[in-house]
């Protein structure tokens, strides 16, 4: 038997069956945008530091078990010994749940 997460007893939750697809799983996204977005890295022990800037994400429809078609550009700084460029980054990603395997096709980096 398979453990139950605290969750479920506190919201009377009950776990679909193996082999049926839970509740909500059907969920589908029109897509997911980000754009201008920065992350910045610093590591005080080593002195580095590292940015990426203008980030921008862009994916098609996300539907449980179904391809994802993904665009990424960005900007990456590093602090010493200051290096900068751009990338942008484009294919097609997927998660299959019933095998628990990840596959990438298409793949595209421009620098």
């Known amino acids: 038997m ?13 776990r679909a069956p193996a082999g049926e697809v839970p509740p909500g799983a059907a969920l589908a996204i029109g897509g997911v945008n980000l754009s201008d977005a920065r992350i910045t890295w610093h590591d005080a022990s080593a002195k580095a530091s590292a940015t990426i800037d203008d980030l921008t994400i862009n994916t098609g429809p996300v539907r449980l078990g179904e391809p994802i078609q993904l665009a990424i550009g960005f900007i990456v700084e590093t602090g ?3 290096l900068s460029g751009r990338g942008d980054l484009a294919g097609e990603v997927g998660f299959n749940p019933d095998t628990q395997t990840s596959t990438v096709r298409n793949l595209s980096l421009k620098t």
């Open 80 to 82: 010493d010994p200051g």
């Open 2 to 14: 398979a453990g139950r997460p605290n969750l479920d007893d506190l919201l009377g939750t009950k």
